[in-house]
Every structure is written in C-alpha cells, then in structure tokens.
C-alpha cells in the first residue's frame, strides 16, 4: 500500500468530474473545477524541468473565509514544500512571507477581506513565472495590470469550494483544481 503524503489531508474523494472546457482568451486546454491534491498541482504548475532560478510560489489566502480550511491547508504545504520556494507567500489584503516547511496562522493576520492585487504586485516584485494560488476564489476585482500579470504566467489555482470554478482568477489560470472542504 502506498504511503499518503501531508497533502492527502485535502485530497478530495472521487467524485463528479467537470467537463474540461477551454479557455477563450489563451485557447488552452484546462480542467476546470477538477478534484486534484495541492501537490498534484504544483508538479503540473513546475513542470519537469524548472530553469536555474526558477521556483514555483505557492500563495496561500488567509482571510475570514478560508480560515475553516488552513488546518489542512497548512499540513498540504509542508507536504509540498520541497517543491515550491522556500517561502510561502500568505495573502488576504496584503503579503507575507512564512516558511513553507512550518507556515504559521499567526504570521498574516486577516483583515476582514482578501485582494488579488497585492499578491499581483509581489509576483511583479519576485518576477515569478510560475505560481500556485490557493483560495476560496474570492479574491475582489482584479485590475488590468493585474490581470495582465497573473495571465501572462504560468498559474495554477487551488479552490477550497466550486463556488468560484469559473470565476475570474480561475479563467486566468492553466490549471484549475477544487479541493475538499474541512
């Protein structure tokens, strides 16, 4: 039998699969809404090869709404750690850095809402190709500049619920996964 690693705690149970659909902007292939693990993602996101320097960042939202699912959450990202930049990147209205091997609920306060643009913004600043988001979906508006950012990368979404499979952020990613609930 195979050993389960920390990100089986949100592996969700097969299930109902969404239809593939493809994206009108890019023309990509993506599964949108597709029960996957976090770790499944971020190979996907990696790819097999990374260049020198290259990383996958992993963004971690931790406002009000996700706060159900960080026990989890926090347990898939130590699993994937090795995998991703060292820093896990934690977002509700702004960004902080936190180990990925030992993330902490304390190190980002919430702030009684979650926005898109900060963690745009630290993309921008790190120059990050390739990322993984991690959310509700709920992210509020997202600006041109923005947009432009987040769809010009290599971007994977990790949704806690199916509310927002089809939401904004998630039309700007190439892979799209929903996990388990709590």
Do not use: W
């Not at 702030?111 to 390739?130: D, F």
């Not at 600006?143 to 979404?157: C, F, P, Y």
């Amino acid at each position: 039998p195979a050993v389960p690693s920390p990100s089986d705690a949100i592996r969700p149970s097969v299930g109902g699969m969404f239809p593939p659909v493809r994206r009108a902007a890019s023309g990509r292939d993506d599964e949108r809404g597709r029960p996957g693990s976090l770790e499944q993602l971020v190979r996907q996101i990696g790819g097999n090869r990374l260049r020198d320097g290259e990383t996958v960042h992993l963004y971690l939202d931790v406002s009000g709404s996700v706060e159900p699912f960080l026990d989890p959450l926090f347990a898939a990202v130590r699993g994937v750690a090795h995998l991703v930049c060292p820093d896990v990147h934690l977002f509700s209205t702004g960004v902080v850095d936190a180990p990925a091997r030992e993330p902490a609920k304390g190190a980002c306060q919430p702030t009684g809402g979650t926005s898109i643009g900060p963690v745009a913004r630290h993309i921008r600043e790190k120059r990050g190709r390739r990322a993984v988001i991690v959310t509700d979906g709920e992210v509020g508006g997202i600006g041109a500049k923005d947009r432009e950012t987040l769809g010009q990368m290599i971007l994977g979404v990790a949704l806690t619920s199916d509310r927002e499979r089809n939401g904004d952020l998630a039309r700007l990613a190439r892979h799209v996964v929903v996990l388990p609930g709590p």
